[in-house]
């Protein structure tokens, strides 16, 4: 543990202050290493992995003495921790709703959570309960084409002991993903690893004055973490001030999808993305199910998972989709029947408006992450029907634009892209303004 440790900080450039610190074997840490799809934290706390590919909690009676001496401080939370390897989704699950809501998607390197060094006592509790659930991989993960055929899924069943029903929803699509992950033929070795600080960790950051440059750097990054979430009070008037500027009076359930598809410009919520390596979930066991037994021969398997945008550095795009709404503020739809591609005409005017006013200099967003976002980002709109006025895009064009797409390990494949699935029915891509793309119906 020593070793990952020493490697890791290393990697991350803070090796010079834990040297200086030099702690000794009497500051235990604890490495846990989670399968796809296991669950790490409910709404309660966090569990913990046995040897027997079981879980416990620290209130249970199979934590020994010394985890509990060690972590107890989180009995009924989640340890600080740190992510050594693969990735986690943190989110939202609201299963009446057959949805969840990507809150972050954690990489290796990063710290968590960090109301642990931040909190400090007080008879005031502002964070809620029973609202986020952790997970080893990526939760908010489907596969694109449809996957919900009964005479297909009983080849799953066969081969892989799938019990789970045909997926009637994307929602359901990851029960399927993690048993034939979990099925003993596929052999899959994926797992993260998350390494647990101990209690004496903490002491020392709160009392010694030595651990005070290892103390700023964290909270250097929970500043930088919450960045967004505390200005978002001057987002939100910013916004209201457009809206009355403008004469705006739209669909409130659209301003809040287009202020979501804004949020997620900036890399503070995640979007979706094409799964093309295995840092979120193990896509080629996967892809080779799907194939091979479950026989998705007419579509490419392309799988969707939650991924953070960042406009600076990348050049692909982000997605989002109507059909599958994913904002953590929704008000209720307007009871007005109307169609998607109505909906996106108007989703397209709403942003339209947004980025003119956001981009404009001297205003109260000037010189913000915001204002260089709006300069810098494209929205563009996807349906796999025909757009009267031309404001939307047909979906079969994305992966003219978008080769990822077409990305299979069957290189000889005849498969074809699913240009007619639920997600593309109403998608939106983010993408980088330098990337612009020039799409003709």
């Given at each position: 543990a020593e070793?990952?440790?020493?490697?890791?900080?290393?990697?991350?450039?803070?090796?010079?202050?834990?040297d200086?610190l030099?702690p000794?074997?009497?500051?235990?840490?604890?490495?846990?290493?989670?399968p796809?799809g296991?669950?790490?934290?409910?709404?309660?706390s966090t569990?913990?992995?046995?040897?027997?590919n079981?879980?416990?909690?620290?209130?249970?009676?199979e934590?020994s003495?010394?985890?509990v001496?060690?972590?107890g401080?989180s009995?009924n939370?989640?340890?600080?921790?740190?992510l050594?390897e693969?990735n986690?989704e943190?989110?939202?699950d609201?299963p009446?709703e057959?949805?969840?809501?990507?809150?972050?998607v954690?990489q290796?390197g990063?710290f968590?959570?960090?109301?642990?060094?931040?909190?400090r006592?007080?008879s005031?509790?502002?964070?809620?309960?029973s609202i986020?659930t952790?997970?080893s991989?990526a939760r908010?993960?489907?596969m694109?084409?449809?996957?919900?055929?009964s005479?297909?899924?009983?080849?799953?069943q066969?081969d892989?002991?799938?019990?789970?029903?045909p997926?009637?929803?994307?929602?359901?699509?990851?029960?399927v993903?993690?048993?034939?992950?979990q099925?003993?033929?596929?052999?899959?070795?994926w797992?993260?690893c998350?390494?647990?600080f101990?209690q004496?960790?903490?002491?020392?950051?709160?009392?010694d004055?030595?651990?005070?440059?290892?103390?700023?750097?964290l909270?250097e990054?929970?500043?930088a973490h919450?960045e967004y979430q505390?200005?978002?009070f001057?987002?939100?008037?910013?916004?209201s001030?457009?809206q009355?500027?403008?004469?705006l009076?739209?669909?409130?359930?659209?301003v809040d999808?287009a202020?979501h598809?804004?949020?997620?410009?900036?890399?503070?919520l995640p979007?979706f993305?094409i799964a093309?390596?295995?840092?979120?979930l193990?896509?080629?066991?996967?892809e080779?199910?799907f194939?091979?037994?479950?026989?998705l021969?007419?579509?490419?398997?392309?799988?969707?998972?939650?991924a953070?945008?960042?406009?600076?550095?990348?050049n692909?795009p982000?997605?989002?989709?109507?059909?599958?709404?994913?904002t953590?503020v929704f008000?209720?739809?307007?009871?007005?029947?109307?169609?998607?591609?109505t909906e996106?005409?108007?989703?397209a005017?709403?942003?339209?408006?947004?980025?003119?006013?956001?981009a404009?200099?001297?205003t109260?967003?000037?010189?913000?992450?915001l204002n260089?976002?709006?300069k810098?980002?494209e929205?563009?709109?996807?349906h796999?029907?025909?757009?009267?006025h031309?404001?939307i895009?047909?979906?079969n064009?994305l992966?003219?634009f978008?080769e990822?797409?077409k990305?299979s390990?069957?290189?000889?494949?005849?498969a074809?892209?699913a240009?007619d699935a639920?997600?593309?029915?109403?998608?939106?891509?983010?993408?980088?303004?330098?990337?612009?793309?020039?799409v003709s119906?």
């Amino acid at each position: 543990a020593e070793i990952v440790l020493e490697l890791v900080t290393r990697k991350l450039g803070i090796e010079k202050i834990v040297d200086e610190l030099n702690p000794d074997k009497s500051f235990p840490i604890y490495l846990a290493y989670y399968p796809y799809g296991a669950i790490k934290g409910d709404t309660l706390s966090t569990f913990f992995p046995t040897n027997k590919n079981s879980y416990y909690r620290l209130t249970d009676n199979e934590a020994s003495k010394d985890m509990v001496k060690d972590l107890g401080y989180s009995k009924n939370g989640a340890p600080f921790a740190m992510l050594l390897e693969k990735n986690l989704e943190l989110f939202v699950d609201l299963p009446d709703e057959k949805v969840t809501i990507p809150r972050n998607v954690y990489q290796p390197g990063a710290f968590f959570p960090f109301s642990k060094l931040l909190s400090r006592k007080s008879s005031r509790i502002y964070a809620p309960n029973s609202i986020l659930t952790l997970t080893s991989g990526a939760r908010s993960v489907f596969m694109l084409p449809s996957i919900g055929c009964s005479s297909h899924h009983i080849n799953l069943q066969r081969d892989y002991n799938v019990q789970s029903s045909p997926p009637k929803t994307l929602y359901d699509h990851w029960f399927v993903f993690k048993e034939i992950t979990q099925a003993p033929i596929t052999q899959c070795d994926w797992r993260s690893c998350l390494m647990y600080f101990s209690q004496k960790w903490l002491d020392k950051l709160e009392t010694d004055k030595d651990w005070l440059p290892l103390k700023v750097y964290l909270h250097e990054m929970a500043w930088a973490h919450y960045e967004y979430q505390r200005n978002s009070f001057y987002y939100d008037v910013f916004y209201s001030i457009i809206q009355k500027r403008r004469n705006l009076k739209p669909n409130p359930y659209l301003v809040d999808t287009a202020r979501h598809l804004f949020t997620i410009s900036l890399g503070c919520l995640p979007g979706f993305t094409i799964a093309t390596d295995d840092n979120s979930l193990p896509t080629q066991i996967l892809e080779n199910a799907f194939v091979e037994s479950y026989g998705l021969k007419k579509y490419i398997t392309s799988i969707l998972q939650p991924a953070h945008f960042n406009f600076d550095k990348d050049n692909q795009p982000i997605y989002y989709s109507l059909q599958h709404p994913s904002t953590h503020v929704f008000s209720p739809k307007s009871r007005t029947i109307s169609s998607t591609l109505t909906e996106m005409r108007e989703l397209a005017h709403i942003t339209k408006i947004f980025i003119q006013e956001l981009a404009k200099n001297n205003t109260m967003c000037s010189d913000t992450v915001l204002n260089q976002a709006a300069k810098n980002v494209e929205f563009h709109y996807f349906h796999n029907k025909p757009d009267p006025h031309g404001i939307i895009n047909l979906s079969n064009k994305l992966p003219m634009f978008d080769e990822r797409f077409k990305y299979s390990q069957y290189k000889e494949t005849s498969a074809s892209f699913a240009a007619d699935a639920p997600f593309i029915r109403g998608c939106v891509s983010i993408m980088p303004a330098a990337n612009r793309l020039k799409v003709s119906n």
